[in-house]
């Protein structure tokens, strides 16, 4: 891993880099998966100014943090985000690293830093695209079990998705 690496909780100063991460990682990760079309919907509705703004103060004002930025020498170069529990059971709604950066350990210090500042999350789920190679061998390889695929419809567009899971101890 990066000497320089810091992990933070995000500010609203953070959203022009969480948006280029999100477009750079979103394009090169679903190409050859999804239609540039849907990409471009997904990305202006998941990652508009407004969305992220929504996002990053609400979790500012949660007194464990679930949003965080990962930096190299000040710029970021990713991000993740859990849900808050339910019964002790959080999604992982959002992990991205930029391509140059993957399997570095960038990804799992996220994923650590992000269970370690909640001790009432027992359990982390997460959905990935079926065929998203990158990503679900991220999962496997950081303990995640597959368990089930479900058919979705986003955007018009229907999609594959693998759930994963992950028991806390």
């Not at 050859?32 to 509705?45: K, R, V, W």
């Amino acid at each position: 891993m990066l000497a320089s690496l810091r992990l933070r909780p995000t500010d609203l100063n953070d959203i022009e880099g969480i948006r280029e991460v999100a477009i750079e990682t979103w394009n090169s990760t679903y190409e050859l998966i999804y239609p540039e079309h849907f990409i471009a919907n997904f990305l202006n509705h998941a990652y508009s100014k407004s969305s992220l703004e929504q996002s990053i103060s609400h979790d500012q004002t949660r007194s464990s943090r679930k949003f965080l930025v990962a930096e190299v020498d000040g710029e970021i170069i990713g991000f993740g985000q859990l849900s808050d529990p339910v019964d002790g059971r959080s999604e992982l709604t959002r992990l991205y690293v930029l391509k140059e950066y993957q399997r570095t350990g960038i990804g799992k210090a996220l994923l650590n830093e992000l269970i370690r500042l909640d001790s009432s999350i027992k359990e982390i789920f997460a959905l990935v695209e079926r065929d998203n190679g990158i990503g679900t061998l991220f999962y496997q390889s950081n303990g995640f079990v597959f368990v089930e695929e479900n058919e979705e419809v986003i955007f018009d567009h229907h999609t594959i998705l693998a759930k994963y899971v992950k028991q806390i101890s």
